[in-house]
């Protein structure tokens, strides 16, 4: 039976003079081309009463949504947000009287084909009293580059190692702890792809001709990766 002295002895952190441990940080950084692109649509609608106003916001919500849907696969996901009739009331006169009223809601859109992006976002920006913001472009998040890059950076990681114990004339000799970068305190192992972003905005009627689909060009997306990694080595030869 192992004495209570014993079992309450910490583990040696730093190794032994047998058995030396090194601790390294692996890194990677990848840059990938985006898997999704998202976009917001904001519908408008005025009327002279609320229910002119919620008449004509339903109407042109369902116009938006109709022309969505027909790009079919090419639209992963499709979600309303926010809805809002808000009245506007006169600046001159004696009480509150209302002058208008004003109907918004909001749309967001996840397309994975961007060529069909281009045409979409041009003819949603073409029609009335409607805004588009985006296109905000990402990766999904069990992306395949996640994935590459965190095996990278444990490959950086050995081979770090493995360069330290060979500059000491020794060799690795096992794997110690292997951890992400803020393991511990939960903190997220990657930050958040940046995306590029493009506002339009259309309030007058449409031209009798369609517009000319914008061309976009996808937004590269970076991928970082970091591990610690402590390994034990052969005794060096100093």
Known sequence: MTAPSEELQPAVPYGTPDAPRIAVRGEARLEVDPEIARIGVTVASRGKDRRAALDDLSRRNAAVLDLIKT?????E?????????????????????VHAYHGRVHITAVLTDFTALGELTTRLADSDLTRVDGPWWALRPDSPAHREARQQAVR???????EYAQALGASLAALVELADIGAENAAPPYPQSSGGRMRSMAYGAAEDAAAAPL??????QHVHAQVNAR????PPRL
Do not use: C, H, N, W
């Not at 790009?71 to 639209?75: I, K, M, R, S």
């Not at 390994?231 to 052969?234: D, G, K, N, Q, V």
């Open 215 to 220: 061309d976009l060009e996808p937004q590269r």
């Open 71 to 75: 790009y079919g696969d090419a639209v």
């Open 231 to 234: 390994f034990t080595m052969t």
């Open 156 to 162: 950086e990681a050995v081979q770090r190692a493995r």
């Open 77 to 97: 996901r499709l979600e309303t947000g926010a809805f809002s009739i808000s009245p506007e009331l006169k600046d001159k006169g004696r009480g509150e009287r």
